[in-house]
């Protein structure tokens, strides 16, 4: 029979072990938690120095896609050919014109040269831009210069195929192939070439859209499926800041854009004409690609 | 970097719904009570089985039961000497009532006795690791069942059905069903071991006690 000084002393052992059994596992909790410390320690996450997430499109950043969402609304009284043609339209004349340019070299300059004219066609366009000023008065002027080049640009790109029809028949075969959106596809040269093909960005573009793992076919729906960026370049490459101007619906297409920009930094230092400041390079990703 | 280490297990629990912090909770409170007896049960096990081992050596050596009496003092913690002394308590009261019939049966009783509340000791609070080896794992599994049913509400409040929407919410249902194997397998383990242990020294109790009552009888 146990006597009350054994039954106490029982339950003191009990109540020991109990103690050390709750220490062990709080240190085993705080080892888990080192282990995982070692682990990012041996494994550093690739460096992205800033991260901020704005819903609405910075004022300075996204170019080239609000730009061409805006562009049905503040081209409307510009051009009439532009009228006729609908938002689709719009955004797939981008590849047609690029494969024209890189096609033909030739071509390619001829598109420059207006580009580089512009500022000698001003006095034209002086009036269009009243326009716009009226319709909205924050408007940046490089936003209108760079509207005004692409009205002046449209007439050129469509001119070219016989009639209207065939070029709608073109661009929709384009469309419906599913363009994979290579980095350059959806790019400046598209809607006339407002800005210079790029070759340091569409690089840039190239080198995401390598690490760029994402299959469209997990995605259902494609409302909404658009993640714009803004990335700060520096001269050597280095990114000092990632801005999502606007992310998606979709947690696994902001995942891996945001996946892909991490295994894509550093970047190549870019080309001298650039200067040494740094420089804002705009990305939108869709399920068909990567535009610029 | 810490931080972020720390962020993940943390964030990972915290994302959890409430029962499933439930559950884990009395998860780990199942893990540390298991280990407590585990150890405090090993402990008592091993003490009483090395103690009873050296008295028996005792025991056929000297095969005096007042030389044997004094010698079980020294091993308060072994089931044999417990018993013996229980024993010899009992014919010690028995010797002063000249005439007694029933000596023998009287003794026996003692002993039987000293038997069963050994048998009690060494097994107090081992069932619960039959408990925890049993209900542990399904308790992790309910975690995780309704972790998962928040899990796809959630994904159906995302309106998305992609991985990256579904594996989260899964992953953390699982370290429900984790937690539970992690406090169920070292329990069975115990369990086995220990009523393994516990039934030997029971066999011993059984096998020694004619030869303790014996040994007074011939006296």
Redesign the interface.
């Known amino acids: ?2 006597t009350r000084v ?1 039954y106490m002393r ?1 339950q003191r ?2 109540y020991l ?2 103690g ?3 220490a ?2 709080v240190a085993l909790l705080a080892a ?3 282990l ?2 070692l ?3 041996q494994h ?2 690739l460096q992205v120095v800033q991260v901020s997430l704005i819903s609405i499109p910075g004022s300075q950043g996204v170019e080239s896609e609000p730009k061409a969402r805006s562009t049905p609304a503040s081209t409307a009284p510009e051009k009439k050919v532009t009228d006729l043609t609908p938002v689709a339209l719009k955004k797939a004349v981008e590849p047609l014109a690029l494969k024209q340019a890189t096609s033909t070299p030739e071509a390619q300059t001829k598109k420059i040269q207006p580009a580089t004219k512009t500022p000698v066609k001003l006095p034209e366009p002086t009036l269009k831009s009243d326009t716009a000023l009226n319709e909205r008065k924050n408007l940046q002027a490089s936003l209108d210069n760079l509207r005004k080049k692409v009205a002046d640009r449209t007439p050129e790109v469509i001119s070219e195929p016989s009639n209207l029809g065939t070029t709608l028949a073109n661009l929709q075969k384009k469309v419906a192939s599913a363009v994979t959106g290579t980095a350059f596809s959806g790019n400046q040269p598209g809607i006339g070439g407002a800005k210079t093909f790029d070759p340091y960005k569409a690089e840039i573009a190239g080198i995401i859209q390598s690490n760029w793992a994402f299959s469209s076919w ?3 729906n494609s409302f909404g499926m658009e993640v714009y960026v803004s990335i700060f370049v520096l001269s050597d490459g280095t990114v000092t800041q990632i801005r999502y101007e606007r992310q998606s ?4 297409l902001n ?1 891996s854009v945001r996946v892909a920009l991490d295994k894509s930094v550093p970047f190549p230092p870019f080309p001298r004409e650039y200067g040494s400041n740094g420089l804002w390079i705009h990305f939108i990703f869709t399920p068909e690609g990567i535009g610029h | 970097m810490s931080e972020q280490a720390g962020e993940r297990i943390v964030s990972m629990i915290a994302g959890s719904g409430p029962v499933v912090i439930m559950v884990l909770s009395v998860l780990i409170v199942f893990s540390i009570m298991s280990w407590a007896i585990i150890a405090w049960k090993f402990g008592q096990v091993r003490r009483s089985m090395k103690e009873s081992q050296v008295f028996l050596d005792s025991f056929f050596d000297h095969q005096k039961p007042e030389r044997l009496f004094t010698t079980s003092e020294n091993y308060r913690n072994g089931s044999l000497p417990r018993v013996f002394r229980a024993g010899y308590i009992e014919f010690g009261s028995m010797r002063e009532r000249v005439g007694d019939l029933h000596k023998k049966e009287r003794i026996m009783l003692a002993v039987k006795r000293a038997v069963n509340a050994e048998s009690k000791r060494l097994t107090h609070m081992v069932p619960f690791l039959a408990t925890v080896g049993n209900t542990a794992p399904f308790i992790g599994l309910f975690g995780t069942v309704w972790g998962i049913m928040s899990s796809f509400q959630n994904i159906g409040l995302m309106k998305s059905a992609s991985l990256a929407a579904v594996a989260p919410g899964i992953s953390e249902a699982l370290v429900a069903t984790a937690t539970g194997l992690v406090a169920a397998i070292p329990a069975v383990m115990g369990y086995n071991y220990l009523t393994h242990q516990i039934g030997q020294i029971e066999r011993d109790l059984e096998d020694f006690v004619p030869d303790f009552i014996d040994s007074y009888l011939n006296q």
């Open positions: 029979m146990l054994d029982e052992w009990f072990w109990l050390v059994a709750a062990a596992h888990l938690l080192f995982q410390f682990d990012l320690r550093p996450p997990m995605i259902r619906t979709s947690e696994y995942n």
